[in-house]
Nanobody
Framework: QVKLVESGGGLVQPGGSLRLSCVASGFTLRVYRMTWYRQAPGEERELVAQLTSVDGNTNYADSVKGRFTISTDNTKNTWYLQMNSLKPEDTAVYYC?????????????WGQGTQVTVSS
């Protein structure tokens, strides 16, 4: 059974930093694409950062460029989101998503979410 577990959320003051982790278990294949999404109250879920393992390509939402960094420890199917210079508008539930591929098949799995609150 594939399971993704996020950790690292919490309450932080504006300008502070947090590091989110996503640990994937139950899949022997290396994760193909790792993504962080977030959803604020009353808003749609949005892509925050994405990393493709085969070529290292990254993609960031404009609102977090230069402040957030996605990285991975491929050997453990674990990935991270380093969030610096946090702003109140970064407050949301953050979800990790992992995609695995094998030939023409692909599988997507989600974590349960972790709350990030930026407030003074």
């Amino acid at each position: 059974q594939v399971k993704l577990v996020e950790s690292g959320g919490g309450l932080v003051q504006p300008g502070g930093s947090l590091r989110l982790s996503c640990v994937a278990s139950g899949f022997t294949l290396r994760v193909y694409r790792m993504t962080w999404y977030r959803q604020a109250p009353g808003e749609e879920r949005e892509l925050v950062a994405q990393l493709t393992s085969v070529d290292g390509n990254t993609n960031y939402a404009d609102s977090v460029k230069g402040r957030f960094t996605i990285s991975t420890d491929n050997t453990k199917n674990t990935w991270y989101l380093q969030m610096n210079s946090l702003k109140p508008e970064d407050t949301a539930v953050y979800y990790c998503n992992g995609q695995w591929r094998l030939f023409s098949r692909s599988w997507d799995y989600w974590g349960q979410g972790t709350q990030v609150t930026v407030s003074s």
